[in-house]
C-alpha cells in the first residue's frame, strides 16, 4: 500500500513538469514549396575565336597546314590615280577668280563694284554694283544696283527661283532682265514719283532661262498650266526679301515681267 502511494505521488510530480514545458510549434498544414535555388552568374570569358581578324588566322582555316592568304587575293588595295596637278591649278585660279570678283562681300554674289552712280537731279546709286550673276545664275545683261537689293535678290534666287524651277529644262540658268538703274518715273511716266529704279533699289525681270536653252517667260507662262504654277510660286516667294513685288495682275505696265524693289520707305511688303 505504501509502494503505491509512492508510486502515485512520483508519477502526478512527472505530470506536473511535463506540463511546465513549451507546446511544440504545430506542423503548418498544406504542400511545402521549394524556394528557388540561386545559380551562380558565369564569368565572362575570352573568346579568342571572336577576336576582329582571328578568322585569318590558319588555325581557323578549313585548310589545316596551307596558305593562309590566297593567291588569288589582290596583293594591294585598288587606289585612285592622283589628280593630276593642273587639274588642281584650274580649281585654285577658278575659286581666286570667285574671290577677286564678289561683291557686297559674299562670294554668290558676283560682279563688279561701281562706287558712286551720279545721275540728273534727285537720280544716283551711292556704292553701286554691276551683278553679272547671283548664286551661279547669271543676269542676261549684268544689272546695276545697290547691295542690299542684289542681297534680296539673292534671296529670291536661293528661295524662290532655284526651288521653283527644280530639275525641269535642266535647272535655271539665267533671268533676263529688261531694267535696273535707271532714271525715270515710275511706269515711264512723263511726271511724278522717281521710280525705285532711279535709285538702284529695283530690277524687272521678263523671263527666266533654262540649262537646256529654253525660257520660261512671264508674258507667255502666267496664265499656262504648265509655267503658271513656277511664276507664281517665284511671285510669292519674292514677297519678303523685296519690299514691292508686282507682277500682271498688278496692272497693264507689268503684264510681262516682275518688278522687284527695295523701297526704303515701306515697312512691309506690298505685293500684287
Known amino acids: 500500500m505504501r ?3 509512492a508510486m502515485l505521488v512520483l508519477w502526478a510530480g512527472v505530470a506536473s513538469a511535463q506540463d511546465d514545458r513549451p507546446l511544440l510549434r504545430p506542423v503548418a498544414r498544406g504542400t511545402y514549396v521549394q524556394p528557388p535555388m540561386l545559380r551562380p552568374v558565369v564569368r565572362p570569358y575570352d573568346r579568342p575565336d571572336m577576336v576582329h581578324g582571328a578568322h585569318t588566322r590558319p588555325e581557323a582555316r578549313a585548310e ?7 593567291p588569288f587575293a589582290v596583293l594591294g588595295s585598288l587606289r585612285p590615280a592622283k589628280r593630276p596637278q593642273a587639274i588642281e591649278i584650274a580649281a585654285d585660279e577658278r575659286r581666286l577668280a570667285r574671290l577677286r570678283g564678289q561683291v557686297c562681300n559674299d562670294i554668290a554674289i558676283q560682279g563688279q563694284s561701281l562706287g558712286r552712280v551720279d545721275g540728273p537731279g534727285a537720280c544716283g546709286v551711292s556704292n553701286a554694283v554691276r551683278v553679272r550673276s547671283v548664286s551661279g545664275v547669271l543676269l542676261r545683261p549684268a544689272a546695276t544696283m545697290d547691295c542690299q537689293t542684289a ?8 528661295r524662290g527661283a532655284i526651288p521653283a524651277v527644280g530639275n525641269d529644262g535642266g535647272g535655271i540658268a539665267s533671268l533676263r532682265v529688261v531694267s535696273h538703274y535707271a532714271c525715270r518715273n515710275r511706269n515711264n511716266a512723263a511726271s511724278g514719283r522717281l521710280s525705285e529704279h532711279a535709285h538702284g533699289r529695283a530690277i524687272d525681270i521678263a523671263g527666266i532661262g533654262l540649262k537646256d536653252g529654253s525660257e520660261i517667260t512671264v508674258l ?5 498650266a504648265s509655267d503658271g504654277r513656277q511664276l507664281r510660286q517665284m511671285w510669292r516667294a519674292a514677297c519678303g526679301p523685296f519690299g514691292t513685288v508686282l507682277g500682271p495682275e498688278a496692272n497693264r505696265f507689268h503684264l510681262d515681267h516682275f518688278h522687284f524693289d527695295t523701297a526704303r520707305y515701306r515697312s512691309g511688303s506690298y505685293c500684287r
Open 64 to 70: 589545316r597546314g596551307v596558305f593562309a592568304i590566297s
Open 151 to 158: 542681297a534680296a535678290l539673292k534671296r529670291w534666287v536661293d
Open 220 to 224: 507667255s507662262g502666267w496664265g499656262t
Open 3 to 5: 509502494l503505491a502511494v
